[in-house]
C-alpha cells in the first residue's frame, strides 16, 4: 500500500514540476531552467543528508557496473524533455505519452532482464494492458 501511495505521490509531483519547470523556461531557456531544477535538487538531498545518518559519500566510488552512476545525467535530459514536451503538448498530453513511455520501456527491461532487473515472464495481459493504455492516448488525443 505504501509503495502505491508514493506512486502517486511521484506521478502528482512529476506533473507539477513539469508545470513549473515550463513556466521558468518560457522566462529563462531550457538548459538554464532544467540546471535550476538539478541545482535546487541536489542542495535538497545535501539538506537531507545532513539530517539524516550522513551515510559515507565514499561508497558512490564503489557501486557497480559504473553505468548506474549515469542517473543523474538520464535526470537532467529527463528534466528536459518533460520541459519541452509539456510546452509542446500540454500537461495532460505530455503526461500521458511520458507514463506510456515508462510502462513501456519498463516492461521491456522486465522482460529481457536489462540493467540487472530481475527478467519476468512474457505476459499477454501485460501486452494487452500496455495496448489499452495506448489506445487511451489516441482517445484522449482526438479532441486535439
Not at 521558468?24 to 531557456?29: D, E, L, N, P, R
Not at 541536489?42 to 549515469?70: D, H, N
Request: proline letters at 1%.
Amino acid at each position: 500500500m505504501i509503495g502505491m501511495l508514493t506512486a502517486l505521490i511521484s506521478g502528482a509531483l512529476m506533473s507539477i514540476q513539469g508545470v513549473f519547470n515550463t513556466g521558468v523556461t518560457k522566462q529563462t531557456s531550457l538548459w538554464v531552467a532544467t540546471g535550476m531544477v538539478q541545482l535546487t535538487a541536489f542542495l535538497v538531498c545535501v539538506i537531507a543528508w545532513f539530517m539524516t545518518g550522513r551515510e559515507s559519500v565514499t561508497a558512490i566510488t564503489q557501486v557497480q557496473p559504473k553505468y548506474l552512476l549515469l542517473g543523474g545525467v538520464i535526470g537532467a535530459f529527463i528534466t528536459m524533455t518533460v520541459v519541452k514536451s509539456m510546452g509542446d503538448l500540454g500537461p495532460a498530453s505530455a503526461t500521458l505519452l511520458i507514463v506510456i513511455a515508462q510502462l513501456s520501456v519498463s516492461y521491456l527491461i522486465e522482460l529481457f532482464g536489462l540493467f540487472g532487473a530481475d527478467k519476468a515472464d512474457f505476459s499477454w495481459r501485460k501486452l494487452l494492458g500496455m495496448a489499452i493504455a495506448i489506445a487511451g492516448v489516441v482517445i484522449f488525443q482526438r479532441d486535439h
